[in-house]
């Protein structure tokens, strides 16, 4: 009988053994999982910023090309500085619209503006 109690604790340090290295693997498939969906994230984040860099440069290609084929205006006609500076303006004015940060999200747990004015 000591013999078949010696086997039995042996088994039973083994499933004890196999028990911890899976919640150690757990811990750690939670952790790679965490890390991977950041990269992610930061990943999307540049994306979006790169696309608008691609869409700002595609537009002033293509104002730069639509300038070279149009004939010269005489200088009396010629746009003035003013005009340049608002046309740059409303540039710049569409860029931040697309790269400002997006406005915080409502989680379960916190409060809606709607619910915070009652």
């Given at each position: 009988m000591f013999?078949?109690?010696l086997h039995l604790n042996a088994l039973q340090s083994r499933k004890q053994l196999?028990?911890?290295?899976?919640e150690l693997h757990r811990v750690q498939l939670a952790q790679d999982w965490q890390s991977?969906?950041?990269?992610?994230?930061?990943?999307?984040r540049q994306a979006r910023t790169?696309?608008?860099?691609?869409a700002v440069g595609t537009t002033l290609l293509a104002g730069l090309a639509a300038g070279r084929r149009s004939q010269s205006v005489p200088v009396a006609e010629k746009p003035s500085w003013l005009g340049k500076?608002?046309?740059g303006a409303a540039l710049v004015s569409t860029c931040w619209t697309i790269l400002r940060p997006p406005p915080p999200r409502h989680g379960p747990g916190q409060p809606t503006p709607e619910s915070s004015r009652t």
């Open positions: 013999g078949k109690n196999l028990l911890a290295e899976s991977a969906r950041q990269e992610v994230q930061a990943l999307a790169m696309s608008c860099l691609v500076l608002l046309k």
